[in-house]
T-cell receptor
Framework: DTGVSQNPRHKITKRGQNVTFRCDPI?????LYWYRQTLGQGPEFLTY????????KSRLLSDRFSAERPKGSFSTLEIQRTEQGDSAMYLC?????????????FGEGSWLTVV | AQSVTQPDIHITVSEGASLELRCNYS??????LFWYVQSPGQGLQLLLK??????LVQGIKGFEAEFKRSQSSFNLRKPSVHWSDAAEYFC???????????FGTGTRLKVLA
C-alpha cells in the first residue's frame, strides 16, 4: 500500500496558462476526492468520483476546472486559464466502501503558484 | 449550517507538557468526527476518528479525543507532547453518509524544547 500519490508536488505557472495535476489513489479504492486548501484555511471539498463517475462538484469548481477519472483508477484535475486566486494546495484523497463513515485518506498535495 | 470551529489559531507548549486542542462543531445530528495532522508542505494524516460507541477515542502517536455531545465538542489531547508533534491540526466533520468533510481552520502547534 503506497498511499495516495499526487504529481507534480509543486507547480509554478504564469497567469493564463493551463495546468494539470494527477492523482493515483490507494489501490482498489473506489472513491476519489479533490479538495483545495489555501493558506491559513482548512481544506475545502471540490469534487467526488465513485469509480469513473463524477457524482458531485462543489460550487467552488468553476468552469475553468475539470476533473476526470477515465478508468476509475487515477484522476486528473485541470485548471484552464489560471488566475492568481487559483494559487493553493490541491489535495487528492481516496476511500473504499459503499457505506457511511468511510475514512478518507489524503495525499501529500500539489502546490500551485500562479504568478 | 454545518460548521467546525477551532478557536485556537496558535498554541505553544513545552516538550513534555500536556496538550489539548479544542474543536466545536455545529450539526443537526450525530456527525462523524476526525482529527488530522499536517506537517509543513505536506498532506493530511489521519490521527483518529469517531463514528459511534465509546466517546473516548484513541489514535496514533499517543493522541486521544473525547466526543461530548452536550458540548458539541471533540477535543484532542495528548498527555506528553514531543517536539515532533509540532504541526497544524485540523478537526473535521463528515456528516453521516457523505464525503464532504467540513474542516476547521486549523490550530498550529509549536513545541518548545
Amino acid at each position: 500500500d503506497t498511499g495516495v500519490s499526487q504529481n507534480p508536488r509543486h507547480k509554478i505557472t504564469k497567469r493564463g496558462q493551463n495546468v494539470t495535476f494527477r492523482c493515483d489513489p490507494i489501490s482498489e479504492h473506489n472513491r476519489l476526492y479533490w479538495y483545495r486548501q489555501t493558506l491559513g484555511q482548512g481544506p475545502e471539498f471540490l469534487t467526488y468520483f465513485q469509480n469513473e463517475a463524477q457524482l458531485e462538484k462543489s460550487r467552488l469548481l468553476s468552469d475553468r476546472f475539470s476533473a476526470e477519472r477515465p478508468k476509475g483508477s487515477f484522476s486528473t484535475l485541470e485548471i484552464q486559464r489560471t488566475e492568481q486566486g487559483d494559487s493553493a494546495m490541491y489535495l487528492c484523497a481516496s476511500s473504499l466502501g459503499t457505506g457511511t463513515g468511510n475514512t478518507i485518506y489524503f495525499g501529500e498535495g500539489s502546490w500551485l503558484t500562479v504568478v | 449550517a454545518q460548521s467546525v470551529t477551532q478557536p485556537d489559531i496558535h498554541i505553544t507548549v513545552s516538550e513534555g507538557a500536556s496538550l489539548e486542542l479544542r474543536c466545536n462543531y455545529s450539526y443537526g445530528a450525530t456527525p462523524y468526527l476526525f482529527w488530522y495532522v499536517q506537517s509543513p508542505g505536506q498532506g493530511l494524516q489521519l490521527l483518529l476518528k469517531y463514528f459511534s460507541g465509546d466517546t473516548l477515542v484513541q489514535g496514533i502517536k499517543g493522541f486521544e479525543a473525547e466526543f461530548k455531545r452536550s458540548q458539541s465538542s471533540f477535543n484532542l489531547r495528548k498527555p506528553s507532547v514531543h517536539w515532533s508533534d509540532a504541526a497544524e491540526y485540523f478537526c473535521a466533520v463528515g456528516p453521516s453518509g457523505t464525503y464532504k468533510y467540513i474542516f476547521g481552520t486549523g490550530t498550529r502547534l509549536k513545541v518548545l524544547a
